[in-house]
Each structure stands twice: as structure tokens, then as C-alpha cells.
């Protein structure tokens, strides 16, 4: 029979904010808080830009071709975050875009840049990107 559990809020012992997950196997342990993205966007990066889905983005800035930065509402711990991120434009058809963290990371806000294949930075019609990491 299946179960099911209904909470509101979910507590470490240890640690508050520290939950740990047993993996595959039962031999390792996942930290479920380290483990979720704190930040991600959805993006229509062509033309005047414009969020389709956010979690923990207060703003979003056109920083001219193929530049876009996100302001964080809560701000992480460090500016040592991971931000993955992808690109990809339906109307190019073949397009090939490379997303580059584009350096200036802070604890509010990032920039990332996309670049087409042969290297010029273009906008995207879907612009994907999540950030991972400990917020303050």
C-alpha cells in the first residue's frame, strides 16, 4: 500500500535547514536543502524581453545583444552559486547557442551572455537558467 505525507513545513534535527535524503542503493546520502535550484527563469530573450516563469527573480535587465541579468528577491550567502544555463531559438531552426556566465556574479544578481556558434553574441528566443547554491 502507498503512503502518503502531508506537511507544511519539513525540519532537520541537526540542523534546521539540513535534511538528508537516502539515495539509490541506500548507500549514500543527498543534503535535499543543497540539492534544490533557488533561482530559475524562463526567458524570452528576443526582442523586448519579457520572464515566462520565475522563482526568486525580482528583476530582469536587457544589457543589449545576447546580455541578461537577473536581480535575485532573496539574496544568496556568495557570489560562489552555480548558474547552468541553455539557449535555443524555434525560429533559427538549426541555431547552436552557448551560454556563458558572464562574469560580475554577486550575492543579488548575475549576467549571462549567449552566443551563437560562430562566436557573436545573439538573443534567444528561450532563454533557460537556474542558479544553485546557499542563500543568506
Avoid: C
Wanted: net charge negative.
Amino acid at each position: 500500500m502507498a503512503s502518503q505525507l502531508k506537511v507544511d513545513t519539513i525540519t532537520g534535527v541537526t540542523t534546521a535547514g539540513s535534511i538528508a535524503v537516502t539515495g539509490e542503493g541506500n548507500s549514500t546520502t543527498t543534503n535535499l536543502q543543497q540539492g534544490l535550484a533557488k533561482m530559475w527563469a524562463n526567458l524570452n530573450g528576443s526582442g523586448t524581453i519579457a520572464l515566462r516563469d520565475s522563482l526568486n527573480v525580482g528583476s530582469t535587465t536587457d544589457g543589449g545583444t545576447g546580455i541578461y541579468s537577473f536581480s535575485f528577491t532573496n539574496n544568496f550567502s556568495n557570489d560562489d552559486y552555480s548558474s547552468p544555463s541553455s539557449a535555443g531559438d524555434d525560429s533559427a531552426g538549426t541555431s547552436r547557442f552557448i551560454m556563458a556566465h558572464d562574469g560580475g556574479a554577486a550575492t543579488s544578481s548575475y549576467q549571462t551572455r549567449v552566443h551563437f556558434n560562430n562566436g557573436d553574441d545573439s538573443d534567444a528566443e528561450n532563454v533557460s537558467t537556474s542558479s544553485l547554491g546557499d542563500l543568506a
